[in-house]
């Protein structure tokens, strides 16, 4: 699981029958820098299945690969993530330096 900060909704415009229906997030995922408070995150985006009505600007946990799909079995579905948590608070207290700029 990683966490990743919702910035952005998908909007379709067709139908389309492969397309489980449901909202669909852009989401940016955080590296440890980010957790730290050192940078703004990993320049990767990814596209998300969210059952959780996550709302742009919240912290989630995602779930990638395989494990995202599983939920909807046996259809496919054309999404690179699924939304396991909406996330409250981070206490995160790195061991090792943190770097700014730490980028993807």
Request: charged letters at 20%; glycine letters at 8%.
């Amino acid at each position: 699981m990683r966490i990743a900060k919702v910035i952005g909704k998908v909007t379709l415009n067709r139908k389309m029958d492969e397309v489980v229906p449901g909202s669909y997030l852009v989401v940016r995922t955080h590296n440890r820098g980010t957790l730290a408070g050192a940078n703004d995150g990993n320049a990767e985006t990814l596209v998300m299945f969210d059952p959780l009505a996550a709302r742009e600007g919240d912290l989630v946990g995602l779930v990638e690969g395989r494990e995202a799909a599983v939920p909807f079995q046996p259809h496919k579905v054309p999404c690179d993530a699924y939304n396991a948590c909406i996330i409250d608070t981070v206490n995160f207290q790195p061991v090792l330096e943190v770097g700014h700029a730490q980028r993807i």
